[in-house]
């Protein structure tokens, strides 16, 4: 992971954690911990960067639930979490961010809760180029040979 990922919590620092795993148990069916939830982020970005599979276009936005969860743990860990965490979540959002492009169009209007990943898509995606892709992914995205 990272060298932060190593520094040992305090028991206020994991009490924290198991907070917000308790807290969004239920709304997030994944039972994810913190390195659970940056690992699956890290996973969709290097998904993303390396071409989005088209077969999967359509649940595009459930793929960004790990993001979601990370969104709202984050008010409940401590701040010396946070701190330590922060610099390897700004990395993946920067590294989401210049794989992917804002939406266009009306629907791509509403953020969700300020979540503003999920107004962005893939820059580049793999599969068959007339593979239906939802309207706001305009410009279409490059499609490129799937290795």
């Avoid at 990272?2 to 997030?28: F, H, I, K």
């Avoid at 709202?72 to 922060?86: F, N």
Wanted: aromatic share 10%; net charge negative.
């Amino acid at each position: 992971m990272d060298e932060q990922a190593d520094t040992p919590l305090t028991e206020e620092d994991n009490a924290s954690v198991l907070t917000a795993m308790r807290a969004l148990a239920d709304r997030y069916r994944s039972g994810w911990t913190l390195n659970e939830a940056l690992a699956r982020w890290r996973l969709v970005v290097t998904d993303i960067e390396e071409g989005f599979d088209t077969e999967g276009v359509w649940e595009y936005h459930n793929e960004l639930a790990c993001r979601d969860w990370l969104c709202e743990a984050w008010p409940l860990l401590t701040d010396r979490v946070r701190a330590l965490r922060q610099p390897s979540l700004n990395a993946m959002d920067d590294r989401f961010t210049a794989a992917t492009a804002p939406m266009q169009g009306k629907k791509a209007e509403g953020r969700r809760n300020g979540r503003w990943w999920h107004d962005r898509y893939p820059r580049r995606v793999v599969g068959q180029p007339d593979d239906e892709l939802p309207p706001p992914w305009s410009p279409a995205p490059e499609y490129i040979e799937d290795d």
